[in-house]
């Protein structure tokens, strides 16, 4: 009977042992998941390695226009040429053959709402290239009886000699005609091929300032920024400002637009377009060509279009 006692007694032992050891181990086996799991979520894990950056700000850039090589001497004089065969054109057949039907129908009506009205004459009021093409801006001139010149403003999309498509954009009056394009005057340099290596610099200057979407705070925030880029603050601060609050992370979500290039002033005017959350911006950078110098980054799309 003892030495039956002293077997139980040798194999309850081992089970209790093991019984402790399957405690202990389930008991530790939380503990480290526990502690595991929050050793992993304490780790700051760089946004890069779980977003791919070239995948960052994709499809928010909005479509711009391809800057490239172009004789702007050459094609002053093409568009020069094609506005005085429209004018020519018109003043031997009274027709708007650079018109649609319905459009030339819309302009005789405007034209002739009032007695003893007549279109006496087309001039150029800019020339540039957008989206959808090169493109001439031209003024139809109306007399009356009043001293004020009346202008009517389309935009003519052009290929080689050929009008392919016109724009109604506004009506305008003044005392004398509107003509913001000479034959005698030089192009010279226009900025086109500089407006996007400034624009990098624009986007280097703002992102090195810190003065990103969150901690722009008012419009005086870029009169040094303006300065440093060789624009003028009081034109371009406020421009630089919305610019910079709308931006993303990496700014690049604008793209140039639209171009225009005239003699009264002797400017070139890149038009910027910028998307954010949905919301489209317009921007105006203007290339003084006097003086071979971006001059102004401005709110807006400010054209001769809208000059009397």
Not at 44 to 60: A, Q, T, Y
């Amino acid at each position: 009977m003892k030495n039956l006692n002293k077997s139980y007694v040798k194999l309850i032992v081992p089970i209790i042992v093991v019984i402790i050891i399957v405690i202990l181990f389930i008991f530790n086996a939380f503990q480290i998941r526990d502690k595991t799991a929050d050793g992993i979520s304490s780790i700051s894990v760089p946004f890069s390695l779980i977003v791919n950056p070239k995948h960052i700000d994709e499809g928010v850039t909005p479509k711009g226009i391809k800057i490239t090589d172009t004789n702007y001497e050459k094609t002053k004089k093409h568009v020069l040429d094609l506005t005085d065969n429209i004018e020519e054109n018109y003043l031997q057949t009274k027709k708007f053959s650079f018109l649609s039907a319905n459009q030339e129908k819309q302009l005789k009506e405007m034209i002739n709402s009032s007695q003893y009205q007549y279109i006496y004459s087309i001039t150029l009021i800019n020339f540039g290239k957008d989206t959808t093409g090169n493109y001439l801006t031209i003024s139809c001139n109306q007399y009356n009886d009043t001293k004020q010149i009346v202008s009517y403003r389309f935009r003519l999309y052009y290929q080689g000699d050929s009008i392919k498509s016109a724009k109604y954009l506004k009506k305008l009056s003044n005392t004398t005609p509107p003509k913001y394009v000479y034959d005698d005057v030089a192009v010279g340099n226009t900025g086109i091929k500089q407006a996007n290596s400034f624009m990098d610099s624009v986007k280097t200057a703002i992102l090195n300032s810190n003065l990103t979407s969150t901690n722009a705070q008012n419009a005086g925030n870029f009169n040094q920024i303006s300065t440093n880029l060789g624009l003028d603050p009081d034109y371009s601060n406020k421009g630089l400002y919305r610019f910079s609050k709308n931006a993303n992370s990496r700014i690049t979500n604008y793209a140039i637009i639209d171009y225009e290039i005239t003699d009264v002033p002797r400017k070139t005017r890149i038009y910027i377009k910028q998307v954010n959350n949905g919301v489209s911006y317009y921007y105006t950078l203007s290339y003084n060509r006097n003086n071979n110098q971006f001059v102004s980054f401005q709110n807006g799309l400010i054209s001769s279009t809208n000059t009397k």
